[in-house]
Structure formats: structure tokens, C-alpha cells
């Protein structure tokens, strides 16, 4: 659209934007403007550049070094975010950024992908192939800032807030990367294999809970515990990730990663019960990473534990592991809570049963209880020892996490 030369207005239509994220070389479809305030609380918006193509580069360069912030139209977003998405790589790689500017810009551009992979439901093999290849390209894309310690800046700004599929998918994805970036003696990859297999590790990661669209709502959004029956619905979220992901030729180690991101090294996970070597290394990872943010992040029925708090019970032996895994086992079993006959017109005999059946349901409400609670007292059966001792190490290796008491 066409714009004016200069604007009138309270700061509402215009959106601030930092130069550096103008790319000299790509050119823009955008007009930047620079911004005045008015004595009377307005601002007047005046264009700096229509766009990037009627100028020579040399003095463009020049040009974007001399502002410190310029503004769009707000009609012109979408532009600007198509543009973004485009030169995502130059703007991660920007020396003069900020790392959480980085992150800032990242963390939108991927929020908008996953959401709407997250919104096509994958009926079409069409469907699934562009949101994949959407997914891919961010990736590949991000993934040397997104596999460097540096990033990790970013993330530790990420960690403590509300849990949201979509932002822990992409802390998953992100985790995954730098881990296998810092750990590449654990995989049997070329060095210059590594960087697909990182972007296969990351894919998994933005996609390993897709699944959860297919759960009901009113269980995915619960508020509090989640009782027997709902336990083993969520648990269903892995076989049903697979599922949307069939067709959508993704390689078998993303999708074996997705299926398996929660069998613990013990076998007690699901959904195969799979142990030690039998689980893929990027599955092992994928659970810790999926774990740690899971810790981290806040709950409506629980505080966010600090990374530290969160590792600590991720490494603890477990003392009560025995009880938890026969609670665990009988959640399975006794997924749904024992519907008692009510006798007709037999009150006595109603009241009993009716009673007898709110025993029962307080008695599985308070196994609940138990079973959450006695899985904070230790984690070390569902890692692979070493896998988590080098996620320790690896984010220790960022100044925003102090670990060394945990090493
Ligand atoms: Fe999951």
C-alpha cells in the first residue's frame, strides 16, 4: 500500500523497530519512518526511506548505522514480519544485537509456526508437508545462534513463566540443539552431517507434544492434578503425535524421538516401556530437555522450581521409587474409578452405596495426591545418567545458570 510522506498521530498506528535488523542486502518492501513528539501529545511520523531499492547500498548501510530506532506503519507489519522471517539468519548472526533481542525476535517468529502447525490439525498430507517445511526453515535458519551457549542468554529469560505447549515446545527444540552442539562425541554423525541432525533433533523437539491437540480440552487445560483416567489420556498425546506425523516424511530419528520422548531409562515410562540402549539417544535427550522446562515452568497448581531446584530433582534417587512406580502401575489399571449400582428405591441402601462411592473416589484423589508428590523426591531412574550429568554441564557452561553446586 501506498503510504504518506508524513503522519499525524498518537504513536498507535506505528510500530518500533530496530535498524539492525534491516538487512543491507535484502531489499525491503517496507517505509521506515523516524518519530517527533508534538507539545500537544501527538507525535508527527515522518518517512526516512520508502523502501530499500531506491537507494545504494553503501549509503543504506550508513543510513541504518545513524538511527537507533525508526518506526512502520502498522499496515506495513506484515511486511516487515515476512521480511524478518526471511533474514532471520542475519539477524541471529548480527554482531551489534542484543542476544534477548535476538531471542525476542526468534521466540515470535517461532511461536508463529508451532501455533499454526499447531492450527492446521494436519488433515492433509499438503497440510502437514508446509507446516514441516515452515518448521524446517526457521530452524535451519536459527540453528547456529540456537545451538551456541551464547543463546542460552536468551533461554534463561524464558525459564520460570506460565507453561504454554507452544513456548515449552520450543525450549525443548532449543535445549535438544545446544546440547547435542556441545555433546557431538555422543553421536556416530560426520561434523558436517551434525547441523541436519541438530535441525532433525530441533524438529522433534517444536513438534514432540502435537499430539496434545487431539486430547480434550477440558483435561489438557485442567486446572489441578490430573486423576487416574486423565493420566493415562495425556499419556496417549506420543501415540497420537505419531499418528498426525505419519506422512509427513520427517526422519525416523524426529519421529522415533517424538514417539519415545517419554520411556525412562528404567522402563517405567511410556508408551513401549522402552530401557536403557533401547531408547535413541535423541529421544534421551529430548526427555530431559521436555522434563527440565516442565520443572521450570509455573503451574496453575505449582510454583516454577529454579533450574537448579529442577536438576537436583531430576538427578535424586528416588527413596520411595518402589511405591511410586506400584502407584504409577495401578493409575494404569485403575484408570477409571469403580461406578457403584445404586439400588432403586432402596434408600438406605442408596445413601451406602453413594457414600461407599465417594470413599472411593477420595481414596483415588488422595493416591493422586501421593503419586505427584512422590515423584519429587527423585528422577534419577527416568535419565540416562550420563546424558544428564552433560546437560548439566552444558548449560553450566552459560553464566545465566549457576549449576556447580550440582557437579
Ligand atoms: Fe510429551
Same mark, same amino acid.
Given at each position: 500500500?501506498?503510504?504518506?510522506?508524513?503522519?499525524?498521530?498518537?504513536?498507535?498506528?506505528?510500530?518500533?523497530?530496530?535498524?539492525?535488523?534491516?538487512?543491507?542486502?535484502?531489499?525491503?518492501?517496507?517505509?521506515?519512518?523516524?518519530?517527533?513528539?508534538?507539545?500537544?501529545?501527538?507525535?508527527?511520523?515522518?518517512?526516512?526511506?520508502?523502501?530499500?531499492?531506491?537507494?545504494?547500498?553503501?549509503?543504506?548501510?550508513?543510513?541504518?548505522?545513524?538511527?537507533? %530506532?525508526?518506526?512502520?506503519?502498522?499496515?506495513?507489519?506484515?511486511?516487515?514480519?515476512?521480511?524478518?522471517?526471511?533474514?532471520?539468519?542475519?539477524?541471529?548472526?548480527?554482531?551489534?544485537? =542484543?542476544?534477548?533481542?535476538?531471542?525476542?525476535?526468534?521466540?515470535?517468529?517461532?511461536?508463529?509456526?508451532?501455533?499454526?502447525?499447531?492450527?492446521?490439525?494436519?488433515?492433509?498430507?499438503?497440510?502437514?508437508?508446509?507446516?514441516?517445511?515452515?518448521?524446517?526453515?526457521?530452524?535451519?535458519?536459527?540453528?547456529?545462534?540456537?545451538?551456541?551457549?551464547?543463546?542460552?542468554?536468551?533461554?534463561?529469560?524464558?525459564?520460570?513463566?506460565?507453561?504454554?505447549?507452544?513456548?515449552?515446545?520450543?525450549? %525443548?527444540?532449543?535445549?535438544?540443539?545446544?546440547?547435542?552442539?556441545?555433546?557431538?562425541?555422543?553421536?556416530?554423525?560426520?561434523?558436517?552431517?551434525?547441523?541436519?541432525?541438530?535441525?532433525?533433533?530441533?524438529?522433534?523437539?517444536?513438534?514432540?507434544?502435537?499430539?496434545?491437540?487431539?486430547?480434550?480440552?477440558?483435561?489438557?487445560?485442567?486446572?489441578?492434578?490430573?486423576?487416574?483416567?486423565?493420566?493415562?489420556?495425556?499419556?496417549?498425546?506420543?501415540?497420537?503425535?505419531?499418528?498426525?506425523?505419519?506422512?509427513?516424511?520427517?526422519?525416523?530419528?524426529?519421529?522415533?524421538?517424538?514417539?519415545?520422548?517419554?520411556?525412562?531409562?528404567?522402563?517405567?515410562?511410556?508408551?513401549?516401556?522402552?530401557?536403557?540402549?533401547?531408547?535413541?539417544?535423541?529421544?534421551?535427550?529430548?526427555?530431559?530437555?521436555?522434563?527440565? =522446562?516442565?520443572?521450570?515452568?509455573?503451574?496453575?497448581?505449582?510454583?516454577?522450581?529454579?533450574?537448579?531446584?529442577?536438576?537436583?530433582?531430576?538427578?535424586?534417587?528416588?527413596?520411595?521409587?518402589?511405591?511410586?512406580?506400584?502407584?504409577?502401575?495401578?493409575?494404569?489399571?485403575?484408570?477409571?474409578?469403580?461406578?457403584?449400582?445404586?439400588?432403586?428405591?432402596?434408600?438406605?441402601?442408596?445413601?451406602?452405596?453413594?457414600?461407599?462411592?465417594?470413599?472411593?473416589?477420595?481414596?483415588?484423589?488422595?493416591? %493422586?495426591?501421593?503419586?505427584?508428590?512422590?515423584?519429587?523426591?527423585?528422577?534419577?531412574?527416568?535419565?540416562?545418567? =550420563?546424558?544428564?550429568?552433560?546437560?548439566?554441564?552444558?548449560?553450566?557452561?552459560?553464566?545465566?545458570?549457576?549449576?556447580?553446586?550440582?557437579?
Amino acid at each position: 500500500m501506498d503510504l504518506a510522506a508524513e503522519y499525524f498521530d498518537d504513536g498507535s498506528s506505528f510500530v518500533a523497530i530496530d535498524p539492525l535488523s534491516i538487512n543491507p542486502k535484502s531489499l525491503t518492501d517496507f517505509s521506515l519512518f523516524e518519530r517527533y513528539a508534538r507539545k500537544d501529545g501527538q507525535y508527527r511520523f515522518r518517512c526516512l526511506l520508502v523502501d530499500s531499492k531506491s537507494i545504494p547500498r553503501e549509503r543504506l548501510i550508513k543510513m541504518l548505522a545513524s538511527w537507533d %530506532v525508526v518506526y512502520i506503519h502498522k499496515n506495513q507489519n506484515l511486511n516487515y514480519t515476512q521480511y524478518v522471517k526471511k533474514n532471520l539468519e542475519f539477524i541471529l548472526k548480527h554482531e551489534d544485537i =542484543d542476544v534477548k533481542k535476538k531471542t525476542g525476535t526468534l521466540i515470535n517468529l517461532a511461536t508463529e509456526v508451532v501455533l499454526e502447525s499447531f492450527a492446521t490439525n494436519f488433515v492433509s498430507r499438503e497440510d502437514c508437508k508446509w507446516a514441516i517445511k515452515n518448521i524446517e526453515n526457521l530452524i535451519s535458519q536459527a540453528m547456529d545462534f540456537i545451538s551456541g551457549i551464547e543463546s542460552l542468554e536468551g533461554m534463561a529469560d524464558l525459564i520460570g513463566h506460565d507453561y504454554q505447549t507452544h513456548t515449552h515446545s520450543i525450549k %525443548v527444540g532449543w535445549l535438544t540443539a545446544t546440547f547435542i552442539n556441545a555433546n557431538p562425541d555422543l553421536f556416530e554423525v560426520e561434523t558436517a552431517q551434525l547441523k541436519d541432525f541438530m535441525i532433525q533433533a530441533t524438529v522433534a523437539g517444536f513438534l514432540h507434544d502435537i499430539g496434545k491437540i487431539k486430547i480434550p480440552k477440558n483435561v489438557i487445560n485442567k486446572k489441578g492434578k490430573l486423576n487416574n483416567l486423565e493420566y493415562v489420556i495425556i499419556q496417549s498425546h506420543t501415540a497420537y503425535s505419531t499418528s498426525l506425523l505419519f506422512e509427513s516424511k520427517l526422519p525416523r530419528s524426529s519421529m522415533q524421538t517424538i514417539l519415545y520422548h517419554h520411556e525412562n531409562e528404567d522402563g517405567s515410562g511410556y508408551p513401549c516401556g522402552l530401557s536403557g540402549d533401547q531408547i535413541p539417544l535423541m529421544a534421551k535427550i529430548c526427555h530431559i530437555a521436555d522434563v527440565f =522446562d516442565a520443572l521450570t515452568s509455573k503451574r496453575p497448581y505449582k510454583a516454577a522450581r529454579t533450574p537448579f531446584e529442577a536438576l537436583k530433582i531430576m538427578a535424586g534417587e528416588n527413596p520411595y521409587l518402589e511405591t511410586l512406580k506400584k502407584f504409577e502401575a495401578e493409575a494404569m489399571e485403575n484408570s477409571k474409578i469403580p461406578v457403584t449400582v445404586i439400588v432403586k428405591d432402596d434408600y438406605e441402601a442408596k445413601l451406602r452405596r453413594l457414600r461407599e462411592k465417594e470413599l472411593l473416589e477420595e481414596e483415588a484423589k488422595k493416591r %493422586v495426591e501421593a503419586r505427584t508428590k512422590l515423584r519429587d523426591q527423585g528422577m534419577s531412574h527416568c535419565f540416562d545418567t =550420563d546424558f544428564l550429568k552433560r546437560f548439566i554441564v552444558t548449560i553450566n557452561k552459560s553464566e545465566s545458570f549457576d549449576l556447580s553446586r550440582l557437579l
